[in-house]
């Protein structure tokens, strides 16, 4: 059973600070990997991908991968209020699909 | 434009009502999927559809019928619900994989009474 793992939180952390997600999979030989954000009530927002190993930045988030460990991060610099919402983690899967972890509920607080 | 668009967002069906959802995207996306979302939980896939074929059917209840008329469009018909089917329905797409980045609609929030 391929599987991917975050801790569900919930991570409090005060506004300005940064936040680090953590997720683990399962599958080695899983290729692509997303983030998402989901605030309740509403639908998940890709937030963030990526396929190599290292790190890949956009504006305030940066998404780390190392396959060697199985490992994915998500980190948000500069926390605000507005980024208070589960972060879902999900992984390519080899039939066609997305595999995603329970996801992680992130309170910035102000 | 990165837009997936569900109708309808709320959707209130008794437990003989025959209703459909439906979804639509406009980015020539191939890769078009249904998953079911319970409070608190993560997405759970239901179907995917992959060049207008049913690829994957996560062993769904026959009471949920998916229909890809053509490759901007996706159906899903609904028959005979229970009251635990109450959920928020997403529909996504992606460019031909899900190895590729897949983008959610803003689903439909049903309930089953």
């Known amino acids: 059973q391929k599987e991917v793992e975050q801790n569900s939180g919930p991570l409090s952390v005060p506004e300005g600070a940064i936040a680090s997600l953590n997720c683990t999979y399962s599958d080695r030989g899983s290729q692509s990997f997303f983030w998402y954000r989901q605030y309740s009530g509403k639908s998940p927002e890709l937030i963030m991908f990526?396929?190599?190993?290292g790190d890949k930045e956009d504006g305030r988030f940066t998404a780390q991968l190392n396959k060697a460990s199985q490992y994915v991060s998500l980190l948000i610099r500069d926390s605000q209020p507005s980024d208070s919402a589960t972060y879902l983690c999900?992984?390519?899967?080899?039939?066609?699909?997305?595999?995603f972890g329970k996801g992680t509920k992130l309170s910035v607080k102000p | 434009d990165t837009e997936v668009t569900q109708t309808p967002k709320h959707l209130v069906m008794g437990m003989t009502n025959k209703k459909s959802l439906k979804c639509e995207q406009h980015?020539?996306?191939?890769?078009m999927y249904w998953y079911k979302q319970k409070a608190k939980k993560p997405p759970e896939l239901m179907f995917v559809?992959?060049?207008?074929?049913?690829?994957i059917n996560e062993s769904v209840p026959s009471r949920f019928s998916p229909e890809c008329p053509n490759s901007s469009l996706l159906n899903l018909h609904l028959h005979a619900l229970q009251p635990e089917d109450s959920a928020l329905y997403l529909c996504a797409s992606s460019q031909a994989r899900a190895d590729t980045e897949a983008f959610f609609g803003q689903g439909t929030r049903l309930t089953v009474v």
């Open positions: 980015m020539g996306h191939r890769a």
């Open positions: 559809y992959s060049y207008e074929k049913l690829s």
């Open positions: 990526i396929y190599s190993n």
């Open positions: 999900a992984v390519g899967g080899s039939q066609g699909n997305l595999i």
